[in-house]
């Protein structure tokens, strides 16, 4: 999940090997492991921002890496391509999380940012009003960087392998988003 030293690869847990609509998720982690090329694309989503971006890429679980800023196991994002995903996060405390990383200068700085799943998003009696991904859309928004909302990665069938601590480019236009490893 964050930049250590060396690289590592965020994707499908054992757990969900023999589902049926893991398989894709399944190869591209076989060809990550195995160094084959792994790339992604992905339609277009209405809360993309376009653009390139090019950067080392880390992040992962959004309370995980919230809850490691200030530690030693934090991450410098600076300049980098940043993924979030997150499960049965509450739709305020999604937005709480958003918050402390804008604040501590994790958002302002990145090159890219990569939207995965936010699986099973909760909400109160009184509706927060806005999904993950618009609340992502406005922090995100606040600094021109390149985003791709709709990325297969996270907790879910669907989570295809990312390799952590490599370089990559990222792009994103009109007709989708397209992850590529340098």
């Known amino acids: 999940m964050l930049a250590l030293g060396y690289q590592s690869v965020h994707g499908v847990m054992p757990l969900l090997f023999h589902q049926e609509s893991g398989e894709e998720s399944l190869e591209s982690l076989r060809r990550a492991l195995f160094g084959e090329s792994v790339g992604y694309s992905i339609p277009a989503h209405p809360l993309n921002c376009l653009g390139t971006a090019t950067g080392e890429l880390v992040g992962g679980n959004l309370s995980i890496l919230q809850t490691l800023t200030g530690t030693r196991s934090?991450?410098?994002?600076?300049?980098?391509?940043?993924?979030?995903?997150?499960?049965?996060?509450?739709?305020?405390?999604?937005?709480?999380?958003?918050v402390h990383l804008d604040r501590t200068g994790k958002l302002a700085s990145l090159a890219g940012l990569l939207v995965g799943h936010f699986t099973n998003p909760q909400d109160n009696t009184t509706p927060y009003g806005q999904t993950p991904n618009e609340i992502i859309a406005y922090y995100a928004g606040k600094y021109g960087f390149p985003v791709a909302h709709g990325f297969p990665v996270g907790h879910e069938p669907?989570?295809?392998?990312?390799?952590?601590?490599?370089?990559?480019?990222l792009r994103v236009d009109n007709t989708g988003a397209r992850l590529a490893y340098l």
């Open 158 to 169: 669907q989570n295809m392998a990312l390799i952590c601590g490599r370089m990559a480019q």
């Open 74 to 98: 934090d991450c410098s994002t600076a300049g980098r391509i940043l993924f979030l995903e997150d499960i049965d996060e509450y739709l305020y405390a999604i937005d709480r999380m958003l």
